[in-house]
């Protein structure tokens, strides 16, 4: 048979709601589970005494109460059964630390993430490298093992909270838990520090890190070595690095993808009667033949010649765009050359001035 709210709570059926909260608070303060660990029996007769005072409180409860009995009221003692929404929204942490929950101590927690911001020029970023850098960061004492206990010696029982890393104090009926301050909830403290690390079990250093920069990369390229990061904390695994790649600007070349672009000026006679220029290309300079007539913004591909792709290793192209430059300064003969140039050229020899000469006539017939 069920028991009843009234004798568990030890009061009278028509007891005021005063008394029915004093005798909660005195029982509740008696068999609150952090006075009782491990003590299966006052675990449960808690919960029956929240259950039963969960009822009584409230009038609309009590009365369903007195008036079906226990059935009725939804009530029950198993795990979480007699806890109003209300009381475990507010209270939960707090029973959370009376079962067991807030008596953990500090686990090992994961180092933080380095960045490290990586300058390369144009041709290491086409070909690749190798580049060593040096890192300030956070790594365990190998002289204590990361303990910060002095060798020969380990770390002891935390007198305040005897080894629970958490500390209980009273607020009102109910006892509430928090990491102890002596040690920091860890549960133990070092008596005898470590003098390499002064207990810490970490120290400080400037690691050198030899880093291979693969073919490809570009601005804002990010390679990660793992573990290479902040040491973790309690034993906690390493953060990782991330190494982020500038691409310093190039006077000659651009990039566009795995292709690279370079403008190559050439003289008008260069340009009218053909010849042939050396061009740069990531490789050295190589050998172009400029056939006659050819135009301002024409654009010669060499093959093979442009930047390894990260992903495939294939090589794009270069993009060679021919620019004719138009003398600034002409002396007198120059002049008169030209003026006779001018004179005998018809649009025959201009075949893109003649062509847009012709669109302009469709455009006003």
């Known amino acids: 048979m069920a028991k009843d709210f009234y004798e568990i709570l030890g009061v009278d059926r028509g007891a005021s709601d005063e008394e029915i909260k004093k005798a909660y608070r005195q029982l509740a303060h008696k068999y609150h589970p952090d006075k009782h660990s491990g003590d299966k029996a006052a675990e449960e007769h808690f919960k029956e005494i929240n259950a039963a005072y969960e009822v009584l409180k409230d009038p609309d409860k009590r009365a369903q109460y007195d008036r079906f009995g226990y059935a009725e009221t939804g009530a029950g003692f198993g795990p979480g059964a007699g806890f109003g929404a209300d009381f475990q929204d507010l209270f939960g942490d707090v029973f959370g630390d009376f079962f067991g929950a807030g008596r953990r101590r500090a686990r090992g927690q994961r180092g933080a ?91 400080r250093e400037i690691k050198s890190l030899n880093v291979k920069v693969p073919p490809g990369v570009e601005t804002d390229t990010r390679l990660r070595f793992s573990a290479e990061g902040e040491g973790g904390i309690h034993g906690g695994p390493p953060g990782d690095l991330y190494i982020i790649i500038s691409v310093k600007p190039h006077p000659i070349f651009q990039r566009q993808n795995d292709d690279i672009i370079c403008e190559v000026p050439i003289s008008f006679p260069q340009a009218s009667l053909s010849c042939d220029i050396d061009v740069p290309t990531l490789e050295g300079s190589v050998k172009l033949k400029i056939p006659a007539g050819t135009q301002s913004g024409k654009i010669f591909r060499l093959k093979n010649k442009g930047i390894a792709s990260l992903h495939t290793g294939q090589r794009g192209d270069q993009n060679v765009i021919i620019k004719v430059e138009t003398p600034a300064r ?35 017939e």
Request: aromatic fraction near 8%; hydrophobic fraction near 25%.
């Open 113 to 203: 993430d380095f960045r490290y911001d990586l300058e390369v020029t144009f041709e290491e970023a086409a070909f690749g490298a190798e580049k060593k850098i040096k890192i300030p960061k956070t790594a365990k004492c190998q002289k204590c093992n990361g303990s910060g206990a002095k060798n020969g010696t380990s770390p002891a029982q935390c007198p305040t909270c005897h080894g629970r890393g958490q500390v209980s104090y009273q607020q009102g009926f109910f006892s509430i838990s928090r990491p102890c301050s002596h040690c920091r909830g860890e549960g133990t403290i070092i008596k005898d520090p470590c003098a390499e690390c002064s207990g810490i079990g970490r120290i």
């Open 330 to 364: 002409l002396t007198s003969r120059q002049k008169e050359l030209m003026e006779e140039f001018a004179r005998i050229s018809g649009e025959e020899t201009n075949p893109i001035k003649k062509n847009f000469l012709e669109k302009v006539r469709n455009l006003f």
